[in-house]
Every structure is written in C-alpha cells, then in structure tokens.
Nanobody, 119 residues
C-alpha cells in the first residue's frame, strides 16, 4: 500500500481544512486508514481512523467534536474534515494503513502534509 497525503496549509483559528489521503495498492491488505499528527518536539499521536469496509470510525478525544473522517472507496481516498481549528492542531499530519481494527498497528506512512493554525 502506498499513501499520498495532501490538503494542508496555513489557516487562522476557527477556520476549516480538509485533508486527503489517497491509497494505491489497497487490495493488498489495507483494512483501515488512520490520521496521525506530530508537532515539533512531540511524538506522533493518533487523530482519527476509518475502515474501508463499513466506514466505522474512531477519534481522539481532542478532536471528536471538531473533526470528521470519512472515505470514498471509489476514489481510494480517506478524508479528514477539520473544523474550528485551534493553534494546538498545528502539526504535520500523516496517514497510515492498517490490516487490523480498531487499534492498528499502522504503517505504510505517506509523506505527510503540514497544517499550521495561527491565533
């Protein structure tokens, strides 16, 4: 599986962004896709995940009421709709693939896309 993330940018607090993660080679064992983020000096943290089969989702508590993850199977793409962005959301965002649900592990990381939220 190869993953390509896109859609990041520089926005102001309260704005919205939609990230995309397009998968190729998905038929070779990808069951779910997860978004993770990593801020400077911090470890990578889980944000949200969705299954390709029935669209089951899982969220980190910090984003549960602001972010929505969904997939378009026809486009082999997973989206992360981020609303009411906060400066604390500033990070590099990465998507990973997993053969397991709901707790991964995740691999096949894409190159990431930067999200910067100014106050």
């Amino acid at each position: 599986v190869q993953l390509q993330a896109s859609g990041g940018g520089l926005v102001q607090a309260g704005d919205s962004l939609r990230l995309s993660c397009t998968a190729s080679g998905r038929s070779f064992g990808s069951y779910a896709v997860g978004w993770f983020r990593q801020a400077p000096g911090k470890g990578r943290e889980f944000v949200a995940a969705v299954t390709w089969t029935d669209g089951s989702t899982k969220y980190a508590d910090s984003v549960k009421r602001r972010f929505t993850i969904f997939r378009d199977n026809a486009k082999n793409t997973v989206y992360l709709q981020m609303n009411r962005l906060e400066p604390e959301d500033t990070a590099g965002y990465y998507c990973g693939s997993s053969r397991f649900w709901p707790n991964g592990p995740y691999g096949y990381w894409g190159q990431g896309t930067q999200v910067t939220v100014s106050s």
